[in-house]
């Protein structure tokens, strides 16, 4: 298809209901277990932390 074509077409309406789609299900429990993220919070982790208190203590 070229480029032409491609921008002729009509977009499609996204009919996923609201938090119904793949994306939001597969991080749930994460967003769940975690605080909100301006408090700081992160969902994911890069090791244990180091006993000094800085980097990832690897």
């Known amino acids: 298809m070229d480029a032409a074509e491609f921008n002729a077409r009509d977009v499609a309406a996204n009919t996923s209901p609201a938090l119904h789609d ?30 000094d208190g800085g980097g990832a203590g690897l």
């Open 22 to 51: 793949p994306g939001r299900n597969l991080f749930a429990n994460s967003r769940a277990l975690v605080g909100p993220a301006d408090k700081g919070a992160l969902s994911i982790s890069c090791g244990p932390p180091a006993h």
